[in-house]
């Protein structure tokens, strides 16, 4: 079965937010509200990374703004703008894992190199999210599962009561879009997990692959929707 572009942002979200988290001293790149609990628990532990956590939700938020204008600017000179700016994410998550590997492994999360590198993987995340917001609305989100955890525990329960059989169908295909997207995610978590304890660092350059594969599959799609029927 055909991998789909959300499922694989889900596995790339996964993946990038594991991996920072373990390599940054518990920065979270793609999940950045969570950096407000870790913010607080290094202002009472004493552990580091404070500032990094306490940059990524202002650099998140003027990133997704740069992106959503710069889509409209492409948009109106009828550039493909999905494609670029998967294009810029993969970009940034290029440096981000020269960074990682030049400058790593790091010891605190203080040092100007650790913050740097991390606030690169949130911009890149940031795109990502952006991406997915404008682009792949009705797509289930990439980067955090509560919801969607929620939704399908919700349509589970709804499953167990009598219902139409169009109302079942409509159920099952969310179940399963959404069921794909919890998966990916988990999977990415745990790939990243496996991939930092046997090459540390290194495991960063995983993410710009599976970006790359991304965009592959949205030209793949693009061409498929263009195709003479």
């Known amino acids: 079965m055909k991998l789909s572009l959300p499922t694989l942002l889900s596995l790339n979200g996964g993946y990038v937010d594991t991996a920072g988290f373990l ?5 979270f790149t793609a999940h950045v509200t969570g950096n407000f609990v870790t913010f607080g ?4 532990l004493g552990t580091s990374g404070a500032l990094a956590k306490l940059l990524a939700l202002p650099v998140f938020c003027v990133v997704v703004i740069c ?10 000179a009828g550039a493909p703008v999905l494609r670029i700016l998967l294009g810029l994410k993969l970009a940034l998550l290029i440096i981000a894992a020269a960074l990682a590997i030049h400058f790593g492994p790091f010891a605190t999360g203080d040092g100007w190199q650790a913050i740097l590198t991390g606030m690169v993987l949130v911009s890149a995340m940031a795109i990502q999210n952006a991406v997915h917001r404008v682009h792949l609305g009705t797509a289930p989100p990439t980067t955090l599962m509560t919801g969607t955890t929620t939704q399908i525990m919700i349509d ?15 159920l099952l295909s969310r179940l399963k879009r959404m069921s794909a997207a919890v998966g990916g995610f988990a999977l990415g978590c745990a790939a990243a997990a496996l991939s930092f304890l046997f090459a ?3 495991c960063f350059l995983v993410p710009p692959v599976l970006a790359f594969f991304a965009i592959m599959i949205h ?3 693009h061409s498929a929707e263009n195709r003479p029927k």
């Open 200 to 202: 540390g660092v290194f």
């Open 219 to 221: 030209v793949d799609d």
């Open 41 to 44: 628990a290094s202002m009472v």
């Open 23 to 27: 390599a940054l001293q518990g920065l």
């Open 67 to 76: 992106a959503r204008l710069l889509g409209d600017s492409l948009a109106k």
């Open 156 to 170: 589970v329960a709804d499953l167990m009561r009598v219902v139409s059989p169009d109302a079942r169908a409509a």
